[in-house]
């Protein structure tokens, strides 16, 4: 895998402990320097305020509330990029969100570090994680 995501400071906000662990060691083979896994809205709280990520890759059901929406607008307010990774489709992701991109669970691990370099203006070819290659 290309160092895509040299560095990248990338916020992982995932309560699933697998999950968690696929996310962040891709995201480090893609040469991102990651904080986290973050398993609830306050621990992420916490990162935000100590470190400053450029990229954040959110679940959005960590402990039942909707703070995972309030921690995504407090990204978005200090033009942190993020992408959510969810079971959930569009739908749920209120109006003021909607341009923040979603990957849907099961996700391909590969299609997250393509949606982060993507959003730092860095090509990654879809080819590379698509369910047919």
Not at 59 to 86: M, P, Y
Request: glycine share 4%.
């Amino acid at each position: 895998m290309e160092r895509e995501l040299a560095g990248r400071v990338v916020l992982v906000v995932e309560n699933e402990y697998f999950i968690a662990d696929d996310t962040t060691d891709t995201l480090r083979e893609a040469g991102a320097i990651v904080l986290g896994p973050c398993p609830s809205a306050s621990d992420a709280v916490r990162m935000i305020e100590e470190f400053r990520p450029s990229h954040a890759v959110l679940d959005l059901n960590l402990d039942g509330s909707d703070a995972q929406f309030d921690i995504a607008r407090r990204l978005k307010a200090q033009q942190v990029q993020s992408v959510i990774v969810t079971g959930y489709d569009a739908s749920v992701v209120p109006h003021d969100l909607a341009d923040t991109p979603l990957l849907q669970k099961p996700v391909i691990y590969d299609a997250v570090v393509a949606a982060v370099a993507a959003q730092a203006g860095r090509f990654a070819d879809p080819r590379r994680w698509s369910r047919s290659a």
